[in-house]
Each structure stands twice: as C-alpha cells, then as structure tokens.
C-alpha cells in the first residue's frame, strides 16, 4: 500500500497513537533568562532527549509501524546517513524487522557506528546523488525492503508533526512556532499540527544563510533547490522536498534565515542555559528569534530543539 | 525560631509543598545503551534542568519560604559561592527578600555572575574560612540577615531530600540510590527520604578519591573531615558536615570512592547518550554505578544528576 502524497491532521493523531509505545514524550524546558533575553515567552520542546537523539525517530518509528506484516516482514531501507538513518535502524529494532543503509564512501565513522549499533545493514556506495538511489534501488530489487525516504514520505512527515502536537497539547494555544527548516519533514509535520490544534499560530520556518531554498522557494511561488549547501548545520544541507515545499506554501509558513554565527552563539547559550546538548541545526530557531525581537515581542513562542547528536571534540566555539 | 538540628521525613513533605510553586519538577531520563552498559536499570534525575540549574535551588527555596514575615524582612547570608550562592540568590528573589553572599578573593568571577545576575548583595573578604565566618557574622550582625549553611541547614537538607522524593514517585520502588556527596544536604536528605519511601533501597554516595572524607568517617565510625581537596569535582570539595555525617551513619549509607579519570569518563558519555549537560560533580554517581558493576546488575538504580554548571571553555576531554 503506497502512502497518500500529503498526511493530512488525522495522519498525525494516527502517527502519534501508533509510536506511542515507542517514542518519549520529551519534556518541554523554559527559562527565565531566555524570556527576558528574547522579550518573549519560550516553551523550548526538547527533541534532543528523544530516542536516537533527535526528533527523527517519531517520524522513521512512524513509518516502520505503518507497514502491514507482508511488507514489514522484507524490511526497510533509507540512504541517509545522517539522524534519519540512525533513526530508521532504531525503528526498525523495536519491531524486529531489517533495515538497510545505503552510505557514501567517505560518511563520517561515527555516524555510522550509532547506525550499526542499533542493527541496521550498512550499503556502500560511490559519493553522489546518483550512486546513492541507484544503490537504494539495487537493494530494494534484492531484497523487496521498502525505501523510507527521510522527509518526503507522507508516514515520516506525519511522525514528524507530533511533536508540534505534543507541544501545543502541554503549552496550550501558541501565537508563534519557530523550528529548523532542511528537507521540510519537521516543517511541514509541524505547520499540519498548528493548522489543526492552534489555527492563529504562525509557523516559521528557520534556515542556514548557506543553504536557504525554502526562504527562496517560498519568496519565488515554486520550488526552486538548486544550491551547493555551505553551513555548520549539518542536519540542514539537504534540499526541501517538493510535498514538504507544497505543505509549507499552503499553509503559509515564513522563512528567517539566519547566519552560521548567530547559530553558533545561540547553541552556546542553550548549552549553558538550558543545560541541553543542541545540534547546530537545533539551535538555529532560537537564532531566529533573537535575530528578530520585534516580531515576537511579548508572544508565546514554542521552539523545536530537533536534536543533539554532535561531535564533542569539535565544538564550534573552539574552534580557531 | 531555630530550625530543628535533624529534619524528618515530615519536614521533607513540608518541604516539597512548599517549594511546589517556584521549583520544577525535574524530568527522569533513561537510556537504553547506559542501562546494557551497566547491567542495571538506571533511572536519572535530571537536576540540571532545575531553576539555577543544580537540586540546591530546592534547599535553598525551602529556606527562603520558611521564614517568618519578621525574619524574611531582614533576609539571608550565606558564604557560598557556588551553586549554593545563586541558589539562595535566586530563591530570594522569588520572595522579594535581600540575600548576602560572602565571597572571598579570588572567587570565579564567572560564577560570582550568576549570584549577581540573581540580584544577590555581594560581600567581599579575604581568603580562608576564619575570614569568611567573621564577614558573615559581620553581616548577620549589621541585617540581622538569618545564615543559610548551605548543608547542615536542617531547611536546606529537606528541601534537598525532595529530589529523591520526586524520583520514587516516579520510578517506584528503586534497588539503590546513588548520589554525589561534598557536604552531604543531597546524600543526607535523600538518605531520609529512601528509608521513607523504599525502606528496601540502599544509598551510595559516590565522593571523589581526592575528597574523600565521607568514606572515611563512615568507615571510622566518626566526623573526620582533615583533608585538602584535590578534585576537578568543585561541587564536592566540601567537607562534610557534622549533621549530615550522623544521618548518612545511622541510615547506613555506604561510600564509593571514585577517581577522576573515571568521572571524567563518564561526564562525556551522559553529555553523549543523555543530551543533559551534568558537571563532573554530578557525572560521579554515573562513574561509581560503572565501577562497581557486580554490586548493581540486575537492578533498579536512582541517579540523581545534581547538576549543570561548567565551563563551557574548559572542558575536562579538552584539556591537554
């Protein structure tokens, strides 16, 4: 059974129902410091403290218990060895099924090593786009698994959106939401959910100066990725998806984008004053509101920390 | 009206109700890959994520709001400039009263701005205990300000024990608790509140090689506290006091001694798995549950991370 091309609301609550015996309800952080640095109230929904460090998992575990037995019995397979891969493997342990991994060569080991640790089937390939379906598509002849595409499949963007769910459900109405903005899962998940639980809450979407194809995609009417991604946010470098483009445009969404520094000064702060381990690619919404104090003046703002897999041995502010 | 020398169980309870309106019930993590590696269940208390962001906002809270109307008025002093200090600050200013710190040359001045930040009134003295005292004294003698120990406070060990209340709540029943001990408000306020709650549950307290005092005057059978600490566990440096050795001593609480080799290790990897920032004080309880894994396999064990204060530009795996 193919997924529809766009999840709708009932999606969603169906998503959230069924990894709800999977998935953490991550704890929503506030700080007084932040409120009174920012002029606005800041509900900070902490995904770094999700299964496999990142809101990634809502979305994969999602899909993995979508599929009907015949499927789920021959497995899955993704070409991101990023989160969602790291994700998808996971997953895919907690229904016992296999799960494929197709990596370039060159893929940081580490990456790879938290992949393998949760069971999955590493696939290597030439580097490139091309190499990389052909190799997915290979594996899918052999071994019937179905692909999971990190943000364009209906299954993963509707996971994706519990955690704006879950967020207005704590918080109550919210007159902004603000979270990162690479491929679109978690964009246009979150901008179903404020549609349907907070529909005067506005949704932006933040994204890296060195790779801002929604901002451009959005500002032109169509959808418009050709762009070679320059930034330190490592989990937004990829393109948006032509349905997460679709979504965010019916539904109004507006990009901020933001540069790599005020991201890095805004990881820092949220380490040190959340005590949260965020990603670059996390700390990028609270750079976007800070960039623009005016426009949340005094509004209850629900932030997405996505995630919290980084490289402690190379902190951006250590860096030379 | 003197505080009671020994808080009861009763005085936890008043406790909890009493800082219910200004503390935060702080989230409990669990790990799948810590919990293979030990052998054990671990359940973590995050207590970074609590306002000041370590559990002596609790006992310091508890302080504050016990106070009369009269005596509230002419507010507190405590010589603290740790997590102490800011907390008291920080508790202070949730009742609209003055807090004094004493802190002597030399002080971090990082950590002096976070008690100013909080509103505190600092009170400069020379360097050394006897110095520190007679500031004090000095202060209570001009205010009239009542002192804040910030561990044989009978209002401090209770509001301390409310973590691991909050923690059994949760988790229920636990094999073992296992806590950082420096001056002993957390190892003795959780010592009471264990045997309350889960008579059945022992207590460790986990105290660096180069400060351990605790695990010699248990061993003793008396208060023998004659050391020069030598640890990068700054919150444990303490010595420990006389009524806390008398509530670890007749609860039977037991001390692990652990080096910091060791708790450095294990400060990295709960800033890896958990996504919580813990300082090395706190990452101790991890370290001394791993080095000792025959004596908790198999079960049920409370960690209380007590908190997240570090510098972020001195990190201990960055150090040459």
Redesign the interface.
């Known amino acids: 059974m193919m997924p529809p091309a766009l999840p709708t609301f009932d999606d969603l609550l169906d998503a959230a129902a069924r990894i709800a015996p999977h998935a953490r309800v991550t ?1 929503v ?1 506030r700080s ?2 932040l409120d009174e640095l920012s002029g606005a109230q800041l509900h900070f929904k902490a995904e ?2 999700q ?1 496999s ?1 990142a809101f990634k998992f809502r979305g994969a575990c999602n899909a993995v218990w979508s599929l009907d037995e015949t499927a789920a019995r021959r497995g899955v397979v993704t070409h991101s060895s990023g989160n969602h891969g790291a994700a998808l493997a996971l997953a895919s342990a907690t229904r016992g099924i296999a799960c494929h991994v197709v990596v370039p060569e060159g893929a940081v080991e580490a990456k790879l090593a938290s992949i393998r ?1 949760y069971g999955a089937i590493l696939h290597r390939c030439a580097a490139g786009i091309a190499a990389r379906e052909a190799m997915c598509a290979q594996v899918q002849a052999d071994t019937g698994a179905e692909l999971v595409h990190p943000y364009t499949d209906a299954r993963v963007i509707a996971g994706q959106g519990t955690a704006a769910m879950e967020l207005i459900n704590h918080t109550g109405p919210l007159d902004a939401l603000v979270i990162p903005v690479g491929g679109g899962g978690l964009a246009s998940g979150t901008a179903i959910a404020a549609a349907a639980l907070a529909p005067q809450c506005k949704v932006f979407a933040a994204e890296p100066e060195g790779a801002a194809d929604t901002a451009r995609s959005l500002a032109l009417g169509r959808h418009d990725v050709d762009f070679v991604p320059d930034t330190i946010c490592d989990g937004l470098r990829g393109s948006l998806g032509e349905p997460n483009f679709a979504i965010l445009r019916d539904h109004g969404v507006q990009a901020i984008v933001v540069d790599d520094a005020a991201t890095t000064a805004a990881m ?1 702060l949220l ?2 004053v ?5 990603e670059p690619s996390s700390a990028i919404a609270l750079a976007a509101v800070l960039q623009q104090p005016e426009r949340f003046a005094g509004q209850r703002v629900g932030l997405i920390l996505s995630g ?1 897999n980084v490289d ?2 190379a ?1 951006p ?2 860096a030379p």
């Open positions: 704890p952080l007084h410091a770094p403290l299964r460090g640790r820092r380490w040190q959340l005590k949260l381990i965020v919290g402690l041995d902190l502010w250590s």
